[in-house]
C-alpha cells in the first residue's frame, strides 16, 4: 500500500481509533493515554503525514505569516537563514510563512498593505531596518532591528554587548589604537553597537578613531591604529581591499575584525575573523516571537552574545606597540 500524503481518516483506520483520537494526539491535546499518542504519531510519520495547513488556517481565522525581506542592492546570504529559522519554527505549528521582496519603500509600501488585506496572522520584517512602520493591528516582528510603532516588536542580540566583545578581544589582543569602521548608518543596531564599543574602549583605555572602510590605509599610516573593528563583515572585506591596495597586508601591518561570519565568507574571505551571528538561529526567535503574540504568552527568551571566531586576520601584538 502506497500511503504517501496519507490524511487523517487514513491514521485512524490503521490506528483503529477516531478521528477524534487522531486530532488530539497530532496537536497534543488531552483526553489520550501515552501509549495512544505515541503509536498515532508514529504511524503518521512512518506514513509521510502532512498537516493539511489550510484547513487549520480556516479554522482560526488567519491563514499565514508574511515575510516582508529587503531585496535590494545591499541584501546578503544572511536573509535567507533568517527566513530558513522563521520558516523551520513557524511550519512546526502549522503556520506556512509567505515570503514579499521589496527594494524600495513603495514597494514596501505596497506589500505591507497587501499582507494586511490578505489577513495574514502576523508579519516578519527580514534585512535593511525600518524604524517606523505604518499603523496597524497585525502583530510585527523585526529581525535585527527595532521598530516604532503600534504592535511592532523586534529581536536581535544585545547590541552595545556586540561592542564591547568586540573591543575588549582586540584589547586582549594587545591593541590600544583601533579604527572603527561603520557606513555612518543611524539605524538601532548600528548605533548600539558603536556604543557598546565606544563605551568598552573608553573603560579599557583605549584609543579610537572613526571611519569608512575605505579610512582604513589612512587610518594606520596617520593615526598608527593597529587594529580596526568593522560593523559588519561586508566592511571588513572592503577594509582589507583597500589596505592591500596600498601595498600593505593584514594581519602583519593592521588587524581587521569583522561581525556576521557570513554564509557566503568562505568564498569572499576565508580567512576573516569575525563575530558569529546565527541568522537562522534569529529567524527561529522571530518566529517563537511571534507564536508568542498569537497566543497571548508572555516571551523572555534572548539571543546569546556572538562569540568570536578567531581565523587570521588579528595578530597578538607585543603591550609596546
Not at 561603520?182 to 564599543?197: C, I, M, P, S, V
Not at 587610518?219 to 566592511?235: K, S, Y
Request: charged fraction near 20%.
Amino acid at each position: 500500500m502506497d500511503c504517501v500524503g496519507i490524511g487523517i481518516p487514513e491514521i485512524a483506520k490503521l490506528c483503529g481509533v477516531s478521528i477524534a483520537t487522531v486530532d488530539r494526539a497530532l496537536h497534543n491535546r488531552p483526553g489520550i493515554s501515552e501509549a495512544t499518542r505515541a503509536k498515532i504519531l508514529a504511524c503518521a510519520k512512518n506514513n509521510s503525514y502532512q498537516p493539511n495547513l489550510s484547513a487549520r488556517a480556516l479554522s482560526r481565522g488567519a491563514s499565514f505569516v508574511g515575510a516582508l525581506v529587503f531585496a535590494g542592492a545591499l541584501a546578503t546570504p544572511n536573509e535567507l537563514q533568517v527566513i530558513l529559522g522563521a520558516r523551520k519554527e513557524l511550519r512546526a505549528h502549522e503556520y506556512p510563512l509567505f515570503i514579499v521582496p521589496y527594494a524600495t519603500d513603495a514597494e514596501f509600501r505596497a506589500a505591507f498593505s497587501d499582507l494586511e488585506q490578505l489577513n495574514c496572522a502576523a508579519l516578519i520584517l527580514v534585512g535593511i531596518g525600518k524604524t517606523k512602520i505604518p499603523e496597524t493591528s497585525t502583530p510585527v516582528v523585526a529581525a535585527i532591528h527595532h521598530l516604532q510603532g503600534t504592535n511592532a516588536f523586534g529581536v536581535a542580540p544585545n547590541e552595545e554587548r556586540t561592542g564591547r566583545t568586540a573591543v575588549e578581544y582586540l584589547r586582549g589582543m594587545g591593541h590600544r589604537r583601533i579604527a572603527f569602521l561603520d557606513h555612518n548608518a543611524t539605524l538601532w543596531a548600528n548605533l548600539e553597537r558603536k556604543r557598546g564599543f565606544m563605551l568598552g574602549a573608553q573603560e579599557l583605555g583605549v584609543s579610537v578613531v572613526s571611519g569608512v572602510a575605505t579610512d582604513l590605509p589612512e587610518l594606520v599610516q596617520r593615526e598608527q591604529v593597529t587594529a580596526a573593528f568593522c560593523h559588519n563583515d561586508g566592511l571588513a572585506i572592503q577594509a582589507i581591499r583597500a589596505v592591500e591596495s596600498h601595498g600593505m597586508s593584514v594581519p602583519e601591518d593592521v588587524s581587521v575584525l569583522g561581525v556576521d561570519d557570513r554564509t557566503d565568507l568562505p568564498f569572499l574571505q576565508p580567512n576573516l575573523t569575525t563575530l558569529r551571528y546565527d541568522f537562522e538561529y534569529l529567524g527561529a526567535l522571530a518566529g517563537r516571537r511571534v507564536l508568542a503574540l498569537l497566543s497571548g504568552q508572555p516571551f523572555n527568551e534572548q539571543m546569546p552574545d556572538l562569540p568570536i571566531i578567531e581565523r587570521g586576520t588579528v595578530k597578538r601584538i607585543a603591550p609596546g606597540i
